[in-house]
């Protein structure tokens, strides 16, 4: 597998020197997020590129993210934003928001996000208390035990004809495990089975390979 995975790496790797070039910004981003000791787990840029296109093609004005940690998917996605919108990103390490809110305001779109520190769960209940503005795009990205729980309150703030985003969903072919006693496989199975049975969702999943290794993610069209 190691062939294969130098393979995946490469692929990529040809694919984003043609299709975005170079990113200073976004390098020295993630250097600054290793130096600050941030586990790994950003999107790549050609995965960062395709939530650009999803936000550029759904037309979206308000997104809202699970998941902050460094910042990154959060510039590709504020990037793609019309003038005027704004994307609310959640994050329980008031270290990793900081952070996140540095690379922001160094990418020049600090003015497109809000980044709300403490439990999602927390913030979400707060968001739909105050009955926020549906968003027109969901990105979950967190602790993936909550993913079910953060489906039902993406479902309760999304407007029909959003979209829902579930990201690291295959987990290295984990989702398969039945049995597995890893909560975070039990919580995306979970989470993807619930996905299945919701009537007001339209959904699919895409396996992906590249530099981030074997991974997925599942799109969820909220119906009418």
């Not at 995306?188 to 007001?200: A, D, I, M, S, W």
Request: glycine letters at 10%; a negative charge.
């Amino acid at each position: 597998m190691q062939d294969q995975d130098q393979a995946w790496v490469a692929v990529d790797a040809y694919f984003a020197e043609r299709l975005i070039g170079k990113d200073p910004l976004r390098s020295e981003i993630l250097e600054t997020n290793a130096a600050q000791g941030l586990p790994p787990h950003d999107v790549s840029p050609l995965q960062g590129r395709f939530l650009s296109l999803l936000v550029k093609a759904t037309g979206a004005r308000r997104i809202l993210e699970i998941g902050t940690l460094g910042g990154v998917s959060a510039t590709w996605m504020a990037q793609a934003l019309p003038a005027g919108g704004q994307l609310i990103s959640l994050e329980v390490s008031p270290d990793y928001a900081a952070l996140a809110r540095q690379n922001l305001d160094r990418a020049g779109i600090g003015d497109r996000v809000q980044i709300l520190v403490g439990p999602a769960l927390e913030s979400l209940a707060r968001l739909a208390k105050d009955a926020a503005p549906a968003f027109d795009l969901v990105f979950i990205d967190a602790d993936k035990p909550n993913n079910p729980a953060y489906l039902e309150w993406a479902l309760k703030l999304t407007r029909p004809g959003g979209l829902i985003i579930g990201d690291n969903v295959v987990r290295g072919g984990a989702v398969l495990e039945s049995d597995s006693e890893d909560d975070r496989v039990r919580g995306v199975r979970t989470f993807t089975e619930r996905l299945g049975r919701e009537p007001r969702l339209f959904s699919t999943a895409l396996q992906t390979v590249g530099e981030k290794g074997w991974d997925g993610m599942t799109l969820s069209f909220v119906e009418t």
